[in-house]
């Protein structure tokens, strides 16, 4: 099965501040098939970016994806309060479909 | 607008079965794909199963393969996981998620979540 590893662990930054998160596959992604999540507590993750760069419905545009083959990041722009939360990497191009272990962005 | 409600909190001891129920409005349910997706205390999200509501065929990863069961009732718009032979390691959330098509897929819509709670 596919691994995926994200990086960092944790990144602490200040609102309007630019996050760059990482998330590297073990093996070549398929389709570029590779989505990102955000889970903030005691809640379902959140659909953000399909396809590795494509945003879902009614996500700002903050948030890009971009990356293929191994290597996907996901950039927020300018961070606002309410997108300090975990986010997750997801391909779904190979069974069984996997995630990363997350990436936390917390408030600085 | 689509909504997954998912059946209240369970505890269990080694050795049991559990039954989560995911009831699916707002959509044509035998149209998207349901997955089970669990997350364990600080562990990563993991992908158990899926079953395509119209036809019911299902996939397993072959971790759970052999003591995970998904299952549909379509008149009731609803999808079942049942987890056997339940470990403390089981010890889980367990949330449902709608596919965006009838083949694996990623998720656009997930329920609120299960905690299922194994301990003697």
């Known amino acids: 099965e596919i691994v995926l590893t994200q990086s960092p662990g944790t990144l602490s930054l200040s609102p309007g501040e630019r996050a760059t998160l990482s998330c590297r596959a073990s093996?070549?992604?398929?389709?570029?098939?590779l989505a990102w999540y955000q889970q903030k507590p005691g809640q379902p993750p959140r659909l953000l970016i399909y396809g590795a760069s494509s945003r879902a419905t009614g996500i700002p545009d903050r948030f890009s994806g971009s990356g293929s083959g191994t290597d996907f990041t996901l950039t927020i722009s300018r961070l606002e309060p309410e997108d300090f939360a975990v986010y997750y990497c997801?391909?779904?191009?190979?069974?069984?479909?996997?995630f990363g272990q997350g990436t936390k962005v917390e408030i600085k | 607008q689509v909504q997954l409600v998912q059946s209240g909190a369970e505890v269990k001891e080694p050795g049991a079965s559990v039954k989560v129920s995911c009831k699916a409005s707002?959509?044509?349910?035998?149209?998207?794909?349901i997955h089970w997706v669990r997350q364990a205390p600080g562990q990563r999200l993991e992908w158990m199963g899926w079953?395509?509501?119209?036809?019911?065929?299902?996939q397993y990863s072959q971790k759970f393969q052999g003591r995970v069961t998904i299952t549909r009732d379509t008149s009731a718009s609803t999808a079942y996981m049942e987890l056997s032979c339940l470990k403390s390691e089981d010890t889980a959330i367990y949330y449902c998620?709608?596919?965006?098509?009838?083949?694996?897929?990623?998720?656009?819509?997930w329920g609120q979540g299960t905690l299922v709670t194994v301990s003697s």
């Open positions: 093996q070549s992604v398929s389709s570029n098939f």
């Open positions: 707002g959509y044509t349910f035998s149209s998207y794909a």
């Open positions: 997801q391909q779904y191009g190979s069974s069984p479909q996997t």
């Open positions: 079953i395509n509501p119209g036809k019911g065929n299902t």
């Open positions: 998620a709608r596919d965006i098509a009838v083949a694996p897929d990623y998720f656009d819509y």
